[in-house]
């Protein structure tokens, strides 16, 4: 029975897994969201959060196949060599083109706001100014970059450190963590940084390519996984991006690998040192970056389901504490913070206000991005939490009445919401490597790729990869699905942890990804939000490809050989 029920909510999972593709394959077909220039900007690398929308065209309807055909030739090459050798390869090329961009790029100064009050306060936590943190701080003109630190300006003007962390209290973990590459490698060193986002993102790879011999991949859908990993520009660039989500994807990765290696060896002593590490590596990836709370809660649904079919129920009590433990670590970096700079910042906004900006379309901000409603209600209710949970129900309630009146309105505005979300072609990363002071914007590798006519290149075959991707990916679900519902009795009983592990692997992928579709589809939308769960898809996808080939090479060798018969005949 327990079995039963197990099989039962794995086939749910891959049955919203296929929808939520599908969805997504659709979109990406038929829209592409572009992002434009800023309007006034000294660069034409500068890109704003404005996009335009078009439809499907000739050139992705031809791309698609063609790609396709070029996977499918370049696999056949890649896999004269040995898998260790094109593995070693993989890692070398994948950090080398990461150092390549952060060096092209040479940032002296990212723009994106959120980065530069985490620097902000990174830099004074290492120099040791603890008044930085005070209500009424009034920096030295443009020390720092300050923008409004004193009393009487704007205070949506994000100078002031107490107030950034007083809306933002989990931003805590990531301000430490910034403190913690500054005192090793000194203030405001930007390279450094994006340097250790480089190793995640490697370390994010090697991970990947571990998913893929535990999911029994043949060596043909490895040598395509690897294709996919290389090609993914998307992925390559990420490290540019100053801000925690690299580490924190890592480190929520890691621990989801803890948790399926736990699932899959046999003596009790490494169980339980592999579902503690995987503890502690979760935690440190929730405290960098809270939003992997989501890959958090797919470890928890793959540990209770696994442990219905092996039956090893004090595995599972150590889980769900172990994870809930998890779950509320997020506060550590918060009372840390609070105890340094001696201030208490309060609740901050609730977690229901960024749904209620995700269920928002104002004028002149994208559908459902960020706008300044949610801080501006923060404002006038003096930073009352009950007062802006109330607000957030409200915006809510009336953006799920206005969609049972006007259900086309609505089904428009969530289909352009998933569009900049999920068919985004670079999924933000070229607009965070063009924003930023760079030492040399005006020429070089970067310039040709993030300006005209390079960058119309990059979003043309982004537009392509990420279609086919997702195309493929949905021909492996759709395979899962139907295994999952025929597979054999003896196969559901088995305990083995191979198989255990095969399984928890492909759950934990689906249900990661559906995990993130869910979230995005209310939460604060951002490209580069999604990138970590189109991640996800690509063992999927590298298996999408390789029976994608298996079924076109059935065909040709069936007609070669009736060609063979007729002239012999």
């Known amino acids: 029975m327990r079995t039963k029920i197990s099989a039962l909510a794995e086939t749910i999972a891959y049955a919203l897994t296929v929808i939520a593709l599908t969805v997504i394959a659709l979109v990406s077909l038929f829209t592409t969201s572009i992002f434009q220039p800023a309007q006034g900007a000294s660069s034409d690398t500068v890109l704003a959060e404005q996009m335009t929308f078009r439809g499907s065209s000739a050139l992705l309807i031809a791309g698609v196949p063609i790609f396709v055909a070029a996977i499918a030739y370049a696999s056949r090459l890649m896999a004269r060599f040995s898998d260790r050798g094109r593995f070693v390869v993989l890692i070398a090329y994948v950090l080398i083109m990461q150092v390549t961009w952060i060096g092209a790029l040479n940032f002296a100064n990212p723009q994106y706001p959120d980065s530069v009050m985490l620097s902000r306060g990174a830099t004074e936590l290492v120099r040791g100014n603890i008044a930085a943190f005070s209500p009424d701080y009034c920096a030295p003109e443009g020390a720092l970059g300050y923008q409004a630190t004193c009393a009487g300006q704007d205070q949506l003007m994000k100078g002031n450190l107490f107030n950034y962390l007083a809306w933002y209290p989990f931003q805590s973990g990531a301000m430490l963590w910034f403190a913690l590459i500054y005192r090793l490698f000194g203030t405001q060193n930007f390279m450094a940084f994006q340097f250790i986002n480089a190793l995640s993102v490697t370390g994010v790879v090697v991970v990947l390519c571990r998913f893929a011999q535990l999911l029994g991949l043949g060596r043909k859908a490895k040598v395509i996984l690897e294709l996919l990993i290389a090609l993914c520009f998307p992925l390559l660039m990420f490290s540019a991006f100053v801000y925690t989500n690299a580490v924190g994807l890592l480190l929520t990765l890691l621990a989801a690998l803890l948790l399926i290696e736990c699932l899959r060896v046999e003596h009790v002593h490494a169980r339980i040192f592999l579902l503690v590490g995987s503890c502690v590596a979760a935690a440190l990836g929730v405290m960098v970056k809270n939003t992997f709370n989501i890959l958090v809660l797919a470890m928890l649904i793959v540990l209770v389901l696994a442990t219905f079919q092996s039956r090893r129920w004090w595995l599972l009590a150590g889980g769900i504490v172990g994870y809930s433990l998890v779950l509320k670590s997020t506060v550590v970096p918060v009372l840390v913070m609070e105890h340094v700079t001696g201030q208490s910042f309060g609740p901050g906004m609730p977690a229901l206000s960024w749904i209620a900006m995700g269920v928002q379309h104002k004028t002149g ?153 869910c979230c995005y589809l209310l939460w604060e939308a951002k490209s580069i939000y999604t990138l970590p769960f189109y991640a996800l898809l690509l063992p999927f996808a590298a298996q999408g490809f390789s029976m994608l080939f298996d079924c076109m090479r059935k065909p040709v060798a069936r007609c070669l050989n009736r060609h063979r018969t007729n002239a012999t005949d």
């Open 365 to 517: 901000v994208l559908p459902g991005w960020w706008q300044s409603d949610a801080l501006n209600v923060y404002l006038s209710t003096g930073g009352d939490y009950a007062a802006q949970y109330r607000h957030a129900v409200d915006t809510i309630r009336a953006a799920w009445s206005s969609s049972v009146n006007d259900p086309l309105s609505a089904l428009v505005f969530f289909g352009q919401k998933l569009s900049t979300e999920w068919a985004e072609p670079t999924f933000e990363t070229v607009l965070y490597s063009g924003l930023g002071i760079r030492m040399h914007a005006g020429n070089g590798l970067a310039h040709w790729l993030l300006s005209e006519p390079g960058r119309s290149v990059v979003n043309a075959y982004g537009d392509v990869m990420q279609s086919a991707v997702y195309l493929c990916a949905l021909i492996a679900v759709v395979a899962m699905v139907a295994v999952s519902v025929l597979h054999t009795s003896k196969e559901r009983d088995s305990v083995n942890g191979e198989i255990l592990a095969r399984k928890a692997t492909m759950l934990f992928l689906a249900v990661g990804f559906l995990g993130g579709f």
